[in-house]
């Protein structure tokens, strides 16, 4: 089992910045992948960034250049760094982490329970 520990949303004014955390504990995979995304009032889940275990990144286009994803191995720890933020990045923000033991091909896949980002024009 893991857990997922999210913080660092809140209220901001358009090209402000806020820093999400999300800290894991539990089960820890050898092979993992931990992202955001996002999901805007009337809106689907939607990519932010991922970040796997052999430091891969995936932005959406929609950020990039604007937010930077990054983790912290021994805290087990991800975070998502937004600058320049707009009012269309308005959204409640969920961690994810995603992984398999090393042999094994069973996924797993676990969400935190999300954070509100709010920015103000």
């Known amino acids: 089992q893991v857990q997922l520990v999210e913080s660092g949303g809140g209220l901001v004014q358009a090209g402000g910045s806020l820093r999400l955390s999300c800290a894991a504990s539990?089960?820890?995979?050898?092979?993992?992948?931990m992202g955001w995304y996002r999901q805007a009032p009337g809106k689907q889940r939607e990519l932010v960034a991922t970040?796997?275990?052999?430091?891969?990144?995936n932005y959406a286009d929609s950020v990039k250049g604007r937010f930077t994803i990054s983790r912290d191995n021994a805290k087990n720890t991800v975070y998502l760094q937004m600058n320049s933020l707009k009012p269309e990045d308005t959204a409640v923000y969920y961690c994810?982490?995603?992984?398999?033991?090393?042999?094994?091909?069973?996924?797993?896949?676990?969400w935190g329970q999300g954070t509100q980002v709010t920015v103000s024009s």
């Open positions: 994810r982490y995603s992984g398999r033991y090393s042999g094994s091909l069973r996924q797993y896949l676990y």
């Open positions: 539990g089960s820890i995979f050898s092979i993992n992948t």
């Open positions: 970040l796997t275990s052999g430091d891969n990144t």
